[in-house]
């Protein structure tokens, strides 16, 4: 009979998976999979992106049980994992895009478009968009705070954490995010209607 892992700490699940038990990294799975899902697709924008994403990080995290020094919560860990997935996919992205541009027409019906679907439509809809495409315009390190505080409601503590840097750094880059990002979505709607 197996024991009742959900009693576990997050510390003891690590360990037992250490020692090759599957139902510890079942468990670690299904106690975090929906939330570094949420960070992911928050991130990306990409639904399907994000599953795929998401399953790369709890790949990598448990080839790196290993490293996992029990200090910080597990939480913290495999967000830390899935912000680099994260950044990668967008290298990644930059990359197939400037491919695509440099491709002749004919031949690049292969590659995959960047812009949405013909069928959506409605104001909530570009209203979303303009302000994914005014996030995707902050820098990286303005972004993930931003995305990390504003839509993933991660503690201030938390996000210092993940992104290794101070809480007074994620207090100043919050608020530059938040202030660069109101003047992008103003001067977006001033050039939309003038």
């Avoid at 990306?44 to 029990?70: H, K, N, P, W």
């Avoid at 950044?87 to 478009?113: C, T």
């Avoid at 409605?122 to 209203?127: C, G, K, N, P, V």
């Amino acid at each position: 009979m197996s024991p009742d892992l959900s009693q576990y700490s997050d510390q003891e699940l690590v360990a037992r998976a250490r020692v090759s038990h599957e139902d510890a990294y079942r468990e670690l799975l299904s106690r975090y999979k929906a939330v570094v899902y949420r960070l992911i697709v928050k991130h990306i924008g990409d639904a399907d992106e994000a599953m795929d994403l998401t399953q790369e990080t709890f790949v990598a995290g448990f080839s790196a049980l290993a490293r996992y020094d029990g200090e910080r919560p597990f939480r913290i860990w495999i967000a830390r994992i899935a912000l680099n997935k994260c950044r990668d996919w967008g290298r990644r992205r930059k990359v197939r895009a400037f491919f695509s541009r440099a491709l002749p027409l004919e031949s690049a019906h292969h590659v995959a478009s960047d812009t949405p679907a013909p069928d959506m439509e409605a104001s909530d809809r570009l209203e979303l968009a303009r302000v994914r495409a005014a996030i995707g315009e902050l820098p990286a390190n303005l972004r993930e705070v931003l995305l990390l505080r504003g839509m993933d409601e991660v503690s201030q503590s938390e996000a210092a954490a993940m992104l290794d840097v101070s809480e007074k750094t994620i207090e100043t880059r919050l608020y530059r995010a938040r202030t660069r990002l109101k003047a992008l979505l103003a001067g977006t709607s001033e050039r939309d209607q003038g």
